[in-house]
């Protein structure tokens, strides 16, 4: 059974230029998350996927968007990139709680941004 | 005023050693509570969830007083594989995670 894949493994861009990162969940599990990771930071809250559609948002610009796939797959988009941006993109998988309670998240092993 | 603060250390400590971590969190509707465990360049996996009575496992003790909005963690009898980065972190209903900026335990030989 495999557990959260992310690719690809590392990546570097320059400014300006735009970024696809590519999840897939572990199997059975229906929502995706992902979070940005900046060097000697905790993980923030990017947005959260469920039925293709997103569900809630993070403090971040509409530079960042994503889409979620019918086979629950998920893609992290990032335009215009910003020097700021260098980090590393985790996503976490999880089944849907219907916001009563917490559903434990398994997180890939992320992306690591570089943007020059 | 961040979700969730902690001490981010470092924290270099000798083998054998009791360290204690703790964090604060501000949004009192915060409902579950966990340590998660990031060693360097990997992704963060999950340690213990915190509870209201207390909770331990092996070495490891977390308390939560949600009063004071405080949370723990202890590691007793240190282990060299004890090193790594330990993440407080917060979920509300909406189940996503508020994660503190982490810190840094060195265990040495």
């Known amino acids: 059974d495999a557990g959260v894949t992310q690719s690809p493994t590392h990546l570097i861009k320059t400014r300006g230029q735009q970024v696809t990162l590519r999840c897939s969940p572990k199997?059975?599990?229906?929502?995706v998350s992902w979070y940005q990771q900046a060097l000697g930071q905790g993980p923030q809250f990017i947005f959260q996927?469920?039925?293709?559609?997103?569900?809630q948002r993070g403090n971040f610009p509409d530079r960042f968007s994503g889409h979620q796939f019918p086979n629950y797959s998920s893609e992290l988009n990032v335009n215009a990139l910003l020097l700021g941006d260098s980090a590393l993109y985790l996503c976490?998988?999880?089944?849907?709680?219907?916001?009563?309670?917490?559903?434990?998240?398994?997180f890939g092993p992320g992306t690591r941004l570089t943007v020059l | 005023r961040k979700e969730v603060e902690q001490d981010p250390g470092p924290f270099n400590v000798p083998e054998g050693a009791t360290v204690a971590f703790n964090c604060t969190y501000s949004?009192?509707?915060?409902?579950?509570f966990f340590w998660y465990r990031q060693d360097c360049r990997k992704e963060p996996k999950l340690l213990m969830s915190v509870y209201s009575s207390g909770n331990e496992d092996g070495r490891f003790t977390a308390q939560l007083n949600r009063a004071s909005q405080y949370i723990s963690l202890l590691i007793r009898d240190s282990k060299l594989s004890d090193s790594a980065t330990y993440l407080c972190v917060v979920a509300q209903r909406a189940n996503n995670l508020f994660f503190g900026t982490g810190t840094r335990l060195t265990v040495i030989p």
């Open positions: 976490a998988s999880s089944t849907h709680s219907g916001g009563k309670s917490y559903n434990e998240q398994f």
């Open positions: 996927y469920y039925e293709e559609e997103e569900r």
């Open positions: 949004n009192s509707a915060s409902q579950s």
């Open positions: 199997s059975g599990h229906d929502t």
